[in-house]
């Protein structure tokens, strides 16, 4: 018995026009649809792969993440990410989004301003009445550099300028891609600047485990190691509390449907995010620097993704604010709730917050983040 899954596995790879243990080609994107040249740069897309049937497409527009196949319980390779077939729809939906790095500053800065070393500094508003992701100059929108790249990893650099959508100090970052041989998805994010500035990058991609950008998420089982959260102003800026989990909707310490509580507007929590929206304090259960944050898993086709990080928050957006745009990958088109964003951070604001973790870099210091995006059957 223990033969079948394998044999269906087989036969579903067949199908679907890869080998088993090959890279499921019949899912991936055409790399010319990216070929072009943006900013007076070279934009390209790139396949990383292992042998176990998992792959990630990667352009430098963003340095974002246009595909993620990894096979379900029956083998039947599934791309659990949102995107588009082609550089020209990226660029023209409002979607903007799905799958890139963010920031300088990942998630929002209230009204666009904080005070640094005695300096009031004002960014953009891109989301009235606050800043978010970066700004529309963010780094997102800029075409990054490739500095290495093997058949499993691809290492991307961008040059902030000094001033760039309002920040000071010239912010070099890096971010390392590398799929691993277990079906990890593994970000590495280093950055170093000439001047005091916050850094918080992420990585911002929607997942839907069906598969199916056009499919509703509410059957995903999250679980979250979280026991705090930090609560929020109708414009989802922290109050600056940190507060129990316990007795609210985001409660995740034991495995819950997402779609169990999203709808329930009694509480400010779901009311102001349209669903969920909101940072975890994740618990630090030990002295390893990276650790387990959360899980999410849909039940009818086994894929189980659990997500490690050496980062003090988590970010669950449940897609509640979307609104439908172009057709994406695949014909499919995006509703909301039917993307996942699980974004590992520093605290919304931080840069506001004294009792948050710090978010500014400094001359000499070395920002590094690490993030382990798991893939598993179960
Ligand atoms: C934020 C949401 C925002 C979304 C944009 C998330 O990280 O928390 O408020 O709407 O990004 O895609």
Redesign the pocket.
């Known amino acids: 018995m223990r033969l079948l899954p394998l044999l269906l596995g087989g036969l579903a790879a067949a199908l679907t026009g890869c080998t088993t243990g090959s890279a499921p080609t019949s899912l991936l994107l055409e790399a010319s649809a990216f070929d072009t040249t943006l900013d007076n740069r070279p934009v390209s897309l790139h396949t990383l792969r292992n042998d176990r049937g998992m792959a990630v497409q990667i352009t430098n527009y963003g340095a974002r993440v246009v595909s993620l196949v990894v096979p379900d319980r029956d083998g039947t390779p599934t791309d659990v990410v949102w995107g588009y077939p082609t550089i020209g729809e990226y660029l023209a939906s409002d979607d903007v989004?799905s799958g890139p790095i963010?920031g300088r500053f990942?998630?929002?800065i209230a009204r666009g301003r904080f005070t640094l070393d005695s300096t009031t500094y004002q960014l953009s508003i891109n989301?009235a009445p606050n800043h978010?992701?970066g700004g529309n100059a963010g780094v997102w929108n800029r075409v990054w550099e490739i500095t290495a790249s093997t058949d499993s990893s691809l290492t991307l650099h961008y040059l902030s300028p000094d001033g760039e959508d309002g920040y000071p100090g010239n912010l070099s970052m890096s971010v390392t891609y590398t799929v691993t041989a277990d079906n990890a998805l593994r970000l590495s994010y280093d950055a170093t600047t000439d001047r005091p500035t916050p850094c918080n990058l992420t990585w911002?991609p929607y997942f839907n485990l069906h598969g199916r950008a056009d499919r509703s998420t509410d059957s995903h089982q999250l679980y979250v190691c979280a026991s705090r959260y930090t609560p929020t102003d109708s414009t989802?800026i922290p109050t600056g509390e940190i507060l129990p989990v316990a007795e609210t909707p985001a409660d995740f310490r034991t495995p819950t449907a997402v779609g169990a509580r999203e709808y329930d507007t009694t509480s400010s929590l779901i009311r102001y995010?349209k669903g969920y929206?909101l940072n975890f304090v994740l618990d630090k259960t030990g002295t390893a620097a990276v650790e387990k944050a959360a899980e999410l898993y849909e039940p009818s086709n086994g894929i189980l993704l659990t997500i490690y990080t050496d980062q003090p928050g988590l970010?669950f957006?449940s897609g509640g604010?979307i609104s439908p745009a172009c057709p994406g990958k695949h014909g499919q088109q995006r509703t909301p709730y039917s993307g996942i964003?699980l974004?590992t951070q520093n605290f919304?604001d931080a840069p506001n917050q004294p009792a948050f973790p710090n978010s500014i870099l400094r001359p000499g210091e070395h920002y590094n983040h690490q993030a382990i995006y798991q893939f598993s059957t179960k």
């Open positions: 989004y963010v990942g998630n929002r989301n978010l992701h911002h989802l995010g929206d970010q957006y604010c964003a974004e919304p």
